[in-house]
């Protein structure tokens, strides 16, 4: 099955600053690689996605990139806020397949 | 983005109760519903995919016999804990898809559980 290892585990960022998440997958089948943002005692919530016919996606602050050789994908967010303190996991599933596998979370603070 | 609607937010319960967990999509029709559970601080685990009007299908290592799950209809999936105890208790997630090979699932608020 699908392994999705995401790093770090941690991130402490200054306002203002970017912060960038890794992640990496294992099966070649996998084509659909989206972004999740968990606030305490929520859902998660899908902030944007990529597929594998695209090797970057922007939405304003936040951006995916893919790259499929590596196998790896990572999430950019530009000029970080206090409110995008959260936690941050990434995920892999194949096409038309919905079970998603997920990374182990990022915790991200930033700092004001 | 889709909406998913998840009730109750919290329960607490005595030990050796039953609880039922349901899961909405308020604005789509949800051929198959995910439900995960999630330990502080950890990541989701799946524990079975729920799909309406037929059996769940559920991940190794998950009873099935505690953890029942209904979908009787394509906006909504219940979550029955049964007979519960203190190491049920956890956060449980519910996610849907809109369906059309997309690969978007959009999840619930997650509902808390305490077993006392």
């Known amino acids: 099955g699908e392994n999705v290892e995401q790093h770090p585990s941690t991130l402490s960022v200054q306002e203002g600053d970017s912060a960038v998440i890794k992640c990496t997958y294992s099966?070649?089948?996998?084509?659909?690689f989206p972004w999740y943002k968990q606030e305490l005692g929520k859902g998660p919530q899908l902030i944007i996605d990529?597929?594998?016919?695209?090797g970057e996606k922007k939405d304003q602050r936040i951006a995916v990139t893919l790259n499929k050789t590596a196998k790896h994908f990572s999430l950019h967010i530009t000029e970080t806020q206090p409110e995008d303190s959260a936690v941050y996991f990434c995920a892999a599933s194949a096409f038309g397949d919905y079970k998603l596998s997920f990374g182990a979370g990022t915790t991200v603070t930033v700092r004001a | 983005g889709a909406v998913v609607s998840q009730h109750p937010s919290r329960v607490i319960c005595k030990s050796g109760t039953s609880v039922k967990i349901e899961c909405r999509s308020l604005?789509?029709?949800?051929?198959?519903m995910f439900w995960y559970r999630q330990f502080p601080k950890q990541s989701l685990m799946l524990m079975a995919t729920?799909?309406?009007?037929?059996?769940?299908?559920?991940e190794q290592g998950v009873e099935k016999d505690k953890f029942l799950i209904n979908h009787a209809s394509l906006t909504l999936s219940t979550l029955t804990v049964t007979s519960a105890h203190p190491e049920d208790s956890s956060f449980y997630i519910c996610?849907?898809?809109?369906?059309?090979?997309?690969?978007?699932?959009?999840f619930g608020e997650g509902s808390r559980l305490t077993v006392l």
């Open positions: 996610s849907a898809s809109t369906g059309g090979g997309g690969g978007e699932l959009f």
């Open positions: 729920s799909n309406e009007g037929s059996k769940a299908t559920y």
């Open positions: 099966d070649s089948a996998s084509n659909y």
């Open positions: 990529i597929r594998s016919n695209v």
């Open positions: 604005d789509f029709q949800a051929t198959t």
